[in-house]
């Protein structure tokens, strides 16, 4: 069995609550807890890191929204407080139930990027990226550069989470576990002063694992992707490496290349035609030199790394073995290939079960799509299926000692409370979710104004009742000025039906035009007349207020609609995300039986993967 993560300080540690269950199989299974290393540090992808972002040494430290760093990915450096996670309210969610971000950003003082960003931001969460144009591998990134900035992280993370515990006796045995975690990352890091961030995690995994179930047993191992695949000719021919095989083979690679291109439809990753001529859907990880997808054509092997390294063959590559003596012989025999994402879980599923969180992998999906259109050209595939871990993260504190939790502002909207015992909480989450659905539901139905501010005065505050009587006052007195100006419109277009009449008598009665072009004047002077008083009716000193005073209590109630709205997703959202994927030191800084009844109950499911 196998469990990969980019980090220990997620939810890969959890699934140490399977171990009690492997133990008492015969003979157990061994399992992997892996680092997937191969994988890229973390990328902002923003034209700008935002100017209050902790920046240091190479590293920036930044939320997640909807806006300046909509792209933002984060893989080994995240942390998420208690309670919070990645999840962040979208534009097109808040458009959804009824809230106009656009609109409302334009009567913002600090403008329309500072309020999107704001009202879209992920609580609760940060993620350290590089800011190098070129990004190592995790595998690649020096541990004495990158452990201020990780060190800051976790201290970001830590503190937000004792801000979270109410009682101060809890609150200090709290801060004694997270500064042992601290303790622990900076002696392993001073064990290796040569060492990368792979080695840091890949040391910390006994240590979480000890803290969360005690010893370990010893079908228990750790490993990385770059060790599992690496890539010469010695392990060419592990199972691992077959699905390489058929999509270099000849008699197979079109079958192959075109289900990986099928899978991909209405998704944002890279074809292969995308990527270039003979683009396979892995990458080569070359020591020193980066990591970049492989293209394989008859004379050529290109691999696409920040300085691209082309070898010209002596003869086609047809099989993995024969991409295995070229690979090692023009870069060594420690390379690794690495499959993307829809490929990797397929590679590993040769000879692995992959044990996923209840919401891990977003591919798995398109993975099993392209599974299955090779299996229907005819190519068997022998792959294990995964294992999918439900945890009862929040129903378990009902299990422990009572914690008494200062819920953030989100949270807090929800149950109606600032704090509440664990207990409580366990019991009330799953209610306080669906009521947070409907109260969105329920938002995207007030469309006028009026309906919104009684709407806020009957859910978010009593004193939207008097500003809503405020705003009909305002709009009473708009309405009589209205009729004001609706009466001198209906004079002018009855002088304006007088006057027609009057040009049609001057064409029919020439004998009466002398007579008629002075009456046709004094007409035009009465309408131009009547239409400047309707004009300065409206932009009268008193109506230009009573305007302003208007659209100033729409703003607030827009923006308290907008502030809902986020408070709701966030809840709506985040809860369920962590009850499935929580951090895992989170149950280090609270009572241990926490972590016990949520392993004791955990609910496990095969799932296959189309082989």
Not at 79 to 95: A, D, M, N
Not at 138 to 161: H, N, R, S, Y
Not at 221 to 245: I, K, M, Y
Not at 585 to 607: T, Y
């Amino acid at each position: 069995m196998l469990a990969l993560g980019q980090t220990v300080f997620w939810d890969e540690p959890m699934k140490a609550s399977l171990l009690p269950f492997l133990q008492n199989s015969s003979p157990p299974r061994p399992f992997l807890f892996g680092v997937h290393d191969t994988d890229y540090f973390g990328r902002a992808h923003t034209h700008a890191i935002p100017h209050d972002a902790y920046v240091a040494d190479g590293f920036a430290m930044l939320p997640h929204n909807d806006g300046s760093t909509r792209a933002l990915w984060a893989s080994a450096g995240e942390i998420s407080q208690l309670f919070g996670c990645e999840v962040f309210p979208t534009r097109e969610q808040f458009r959804r139930f009824g809230g106009s971000l656009e609109r409302l950003a334009h009567t913002m003082p600090n403008g329309r990027q500072a309020l999107i960003d704001q009202l879209t931001e992920a609580w609760g969460w940060r993620g350290l990226v590089t800011t190098d144009p070129h990004p190592r591998p995790i595998a690649e990134m020096p541990l004495a550069k990158v452990l201020p900035a990780l060190d800051a992280l976790l201290q970001w993370g830590f503190e937000g989470t004792l801000e979270r515990l109410a009682n101060p006796e809890q609150r200090a045995y709290a801060h004694s576990q997270a500064e042992q975690i601290r303790r622990a990352v900076h002696q392993r890091a001073q064990a290796m002063p040569n060492g990368n961030l792979a080695d840091l995690y890949r040391y910390l995994y006994p240590d979480f694992l000890r803290a969360l179930i005690g010893d370990i047993p010893e079908f228990v191992g750790f490993t990385r992707t770059s060790e599992l695949l690496r890539f010469n000719t010695q392990t060419a021919h592990l199972p691992r490496f077959r699905l390489v095989d058929l999509f270099v083979s000849p008699a197979t690679r079109s079958l192959c290349g075109n289900a990986y291109n099928a899978c991909l439809a209405g998704s944002e990753i890279y074809t292969l035609e995308q990527f270039g001529e003979g683009a396979l859907p892995f990458d080569l990880l070359i020591p020193n030199e980066g990591r970049g997808t492989l293209l394989l054509t008859e004379r050529y092997l290109t691999v696409l790394t920040p300085e691209p390294k082309v070898v010209r063959l002596q003869e086609p590559v047809e099989s993995v073995a024969q991409l295995a003596r070229v690979v090692e012989q023009h870069f060594g025999d420690d390379c690794v290939l690495v499959g993307k994402a829809i490929t990797l879980i397929s590679m590993l599923a040769h000879e692995f079960i992959f044990v996923f969180s209840e919401r891990g992998s977003p591919y798995i999906a398109r993975t099993i799509a392209m599974n299955r259109q090779i299996q229907q050209g005819g190519v068997a595939l022998s792959l294990y299926p995964i294992v999918r871990v439900r945890y009862p993260t929040w129903d378990s504190l009902a299990s422990a000692e009572c914690v008494a939790f200062r819920l953030p502002e989100h949270l807090a909207q929800a149950f109606g409370q600032s704090e509440i015992c664990s207990h409580e909480f366990a019991r009330r989450w799953r209610p306080v979710v669906e009521q947070q659905r409907s109260l969105l539901e329920a938002l995207a139905r007030q469309k006028r104004p009026r309906d919104l501010m009684r709407f806020l005065a009957e859910h978010e505050d009593p004193a939207w009742a008097q500003r809503l009587e405020e705003y009909e006052a305002i709009q009473a007195q708009l309405l009589a000025i209205g009729q004001q100006a609706d009466a001198l419109r209906a004079q002018a277009h009855a002088l304006y039906e007088t006057r027609r009449q009057l040009k049609r008598a001057y064409c029919e009665n020439p004998r009466e035009q002398k007579h008629l072009v002075h009456a046709l004047h004094e007409i035009k002077v009465k309408i131009r007349e009547l239409n400047r008083q309707r004009v300065l009716l409206g932009r009268t000193p008193e109506v230009q207020t009573l305007r302003q005073q208007a659209r100033a209590l729409e703003t607030q109630a827009e923006y308290a609609r907008a502030r809902i709205i986020r408070n709701a997703l966030l809840t709506a959202e985040g809860l369920p995300y962590t009850n499935a994927r929580p951090a895992s030191w989170w149950f280090r800084l609270l009572p241990p039986q926490w972590f016990q009844a949520c392993g004791q109950n955990i609910q496990i499911a095969l799932e296959t993967l189309g082989g």
